[in-house]
């Protein structure tokens, strides 16, 4: 007879581990399931963020971006040094190290709060008064009963027409993260977050990095003012070749390079060789497989699952978090929608604000974002007045050595509540918390004005430009 759980959830990354972990704080009987495997093929606990995702490419990240200040900022702090090489398979064994603390201490947290865990991939199999899910793992196959279940199934790369991922010549964010030299020209499909991280490692590290991305422009997700830094910092002043508006027409590998044709923004034939090619135009959700059919599960078009603004789906007692749903794919997002989901089983009032959830881009300068951007006021005729200070007029970027980039506060002109934040400089993925939770609060920017703010602290920039919405910025 199957065991039967108070909650199933199927997923271990960012959503799913969150989501048990919260489950079994709460006294719910809670089996976690996933699939994932390390290279050595053993399970490997949260998902695609902790494995080939957030925490390995920040770790790369830190690898190259220490290489660069060695290099060519260290001498300016009267630190002399020669014979500065680059051990790229040390770097990636250190990469390593820190995927497998964090996947260890999941299954750590797992044991301290009674979560069972079971590795193979989960699907519905039928409803009744609970749910039956199959889990099956090479070829053996169990059931489970569960009366909640939280499916969490994340996202994987969306492939593109006509180039084959081989990991090798033509790769995704795993093979991007996995090199085991630098190649000497590198071409990224795609200028998004994950083409402009891995792209900005790898041309630091000594890569040619030429990026083609479909859109007309660059970063339109993003506030056009910090697009518009970011473009010019990230060409003008670190190398990378951006060409907007390409069009992908074919993608050849020969036995050593990728040669990628596409039409320009002007319609003109063009020719990229590269030695790899990362592939980053986005992610879909995994849900092929589930067995949504099985319990009549809505998803929509897009391999969405459907849910209200409490995750819920049209099943009764049937939830699901993070990339699998609604909203930004985003590993914070799909934690928290987990902890909401949890406490709403436990009879408790999760909740999730989706207007507020930070994005963040780890290039160097970071760009951090939560709230409207500037365009999207003006499209839906929101009066607003803007605050803007550079962090060059700051004493601790100054110290720093990072000046580049400002930070940018949107407020509406009738309350003055902080309704848009926007930065790009150092540490923008820290500086943005401080926006969160003015937002969260209902602030306006004279609140941030009148808060005392550490000096000398990068934080001062923010409250520099809470300032500037009223026009009175005090060292500019």
């Given at each position: 007879?199957?065991?039967?759980?108070?909650?199933?959830?199927?997923?271990?990354?960012?959503?799913?581990?969150?989501?048990?972990?919260?489950?079994?704080?709460?006294?719910?009987?809670?089996?976690?399931?996933?699939?994932?495997?390390?290279?050595?093929?053993?399970?490997?606990?949260?998902?695609?963020?902790?494995?080939?995702?957030?925490?390995?490419?920040?770790?790369?990240?830190?690898?190259?971006?220490?290489?660069?200040?060695?290099?060519?900022?260290?001498?300016?702090?009267?630190?002399?040094?020669?014979?500065?090489?680059?051990?790229?398979?040390?770097?990636?064994?250190?990469?390593?190290?820190?995927?497998?603390?964090?996947?260890?201490?999941?299954?750590?947290?797992?044991?301290?709060?009674?979560?069972?865990?079971?590795?193979?991939?989960?699907?519905?199999?039928?409803?009744?008064?609970?749910?039956?899910?199959?889990?099956?793992?090479?070829?053996?196959?169990?059931?489970?009963?569960?009366?909640?279940?939280?499916?969490?199934?994340?996202?994987?790369?969306?492939?593109?027409?006509?180039?084959?991922?081989?990991?090798?010549?033509?790769?995704?964010?795993?093979?991007?993260?996995?090199?085991?030299?630098?190649?000497?020209?590198?071409?990224?499909?795609?200028?998004?977050?994950?083409?402009?991280?891995?792209?900005?490692?790898?041309?630091?590290?000594?890569?040619?990095?030429?990026?083609?991305?479909?859109?007309?422009?660059?970063?339109?997700?993003?506030?056009?003012?910090?697009?518009?830094?970011?473009?010019?910092?990230?060409?003008?002043?670190?190398?990378?070749?951006?060409?907007?508006?390409?069009?992908?027409?074919?993608?050849?590998?020969?036995?050593?390079?990728?040669?990628?044709?596409?039409?320009?923004?002007?319609?003109?034939?063009?020719?990229?060789?590269?030695?790899?090619?990362?592939?980053?135009?986005?992610?879909?959700?995994?849900?092929?497989?589930?067995?949504?059919?099985?319990?009549?599960?809505?998803?929509?078009?897009?391999?969405?699952?459907?849910?209200?603004?409490?995750?819920?789906?049209?099943?009764?007692?049937?939830?699901?978090?993070?990339?699998?749903?609604?909203?930004?794919?985003?590993?914070?997002?799909?934690?928290?929608?987990?902890?909401?989901?949890?406490?709403?089983?436990?009879?408790?009032?999760?909740?999730?604000?989706?207007?507020?959830?930070?994005?963040?881009?780890?290039?160097?300068?970071?760009?951090?974002?939560?709230?409207?951007?500037?365009?999207?006021?003006?499209?839906?005729?929101?009066?607003?007045?803007?605050?803007?200070?550079?962090?060059?007029?700051?004493?601790?970027?100054?110290?720093?050595?990072?000046?580049?980039?400002?930070?940018?506060?949107?407020?509406?002109?009738?309350?003055?509540?902080?309704?848009?934040?926007?930065?790009?400089?150092?540490?923008?993925s820290e500086m943005i918390a401080e926006a969160v939770v003015a937002m969260e609060f209902a602030a306006s920017s004279e609140d941030i004005a009148r808060i005392v703010h550490a000096h000398p602290s990068l934080s001062e920039v923010f409250h520099e430009a809470?300032?500037?919405?009223?026009?009175?910025?005090?060292?500019?």
């Open positions: 007879m199957a065991k039967t759980f108070d909650v199933a959830v199927i997923g271990a990354g960012p959503g799913g581990y969150v989501a048990a972990i919260r489950c079994g704080q709460l006294g719910l009987n809670t089996v976690c399931i996933d699939d994932w495997k390390n290279e050595k093929g053993k399970p490997s606990l949260g998902g695609t963020c902790l494995n080939v995702g957030c925490i390995p490419s920040k770790a790369l990240l830190e690898s190259s971006e220490n290489y660069e200040r060695v290099r060519h900022k260290f001498s300016e702090h009267g630190v002399t040094v020669q014979g500065v090489t680059m051990d790229v398979s040390a770097m990636q064994a250190r990469k390593n190290r820190i995927v497998e603390s964090f996947t260890g201490g999941i299954a750590m947290l797992f044991k301290k709060n009674k979560v069972a865990f079971l590795h193979g991939t989960g699907r519905f199999i039928s409803a009744g008064n609970t749910y039956q899910i199959g889990v099956s793992d090479n070829g053996k196959s169990e059931s489970i009963d569960a009366r909640h279940v939280i499916v969490a199934t994340g996202s994987f790369p969306r492939q593109l027409p006509g180039a084959p991922l081989d990991q090798n010549l033509i790769v995704d964010n795993v093979g991007a993260l996995s090199f085991t030299e630098v190649p000497k020209r590198l071409g990224v499909v795609g200028a998004g977050v994950i083409g402009l991280e891995m792209g900005s490692v790898w041309r630091r590290l000594g890569a040619e990095v030429t990026l083609l991305e479909a859109l007309p422009g660059f970063l339109l997700v993003a506030d056009e003012q910090i697009a518009k830094e970011a473009q010019k910092i990230f060409t003008k002043e670190q190398g990378l070749d951006i060409r907007t508006g390409a069009k992908i027409t074919s993608v050849k590998t020969g036995k050593n390079q990728v040669t990628v044709e596409y039409q320009d923004n002007q319609g003109a034939r063009q020719k990229l060789e590269c030695d790899k090619l990362i592939v980053a135009i986005g992610r879909i959700p995994n849900t092929a497989g589930l067995g949504a059919e099985a319990v009549g599960l809505k998803l929509d078009s897009n391999g969405f699952i459907e849910v209200d603004a409490h995750c819920r789906t049209n099943l009764p007692n049937v939830f699901a978090v993070g990339d699998a749903v609604r909203g930004p794919m985003l590993a914070h997002k799909a934690s928290e929608e987990g902890v909401a989901v949890a406490e709403i089983i436990a009879g408790q009032a999760g909740h999730v604000n989706l207007d507020t959830v930070p994005w963040v881009i780890y290039t160097s300068p970071e760009i951090a974002w939560v709230g409207k951007t500037e365009q999207e006021l003006k499209k839906s005729g929101i009066a607003y007045r803007s605050g803007q200070f550079p962090f060059l007029a700051n004493g601790r970027a100054r110290s720093l050595g990072e000046t580049s980039g400002f930070v940018k506060i949107l407020a509406d002109s009738r309350t003055d509540r902080i309704i848009g934040v926007h930065i790009i400089g150092p540490y923008a809470a300032l500037g919405v009223d026009k009175r910025s005090l060292h500019i």
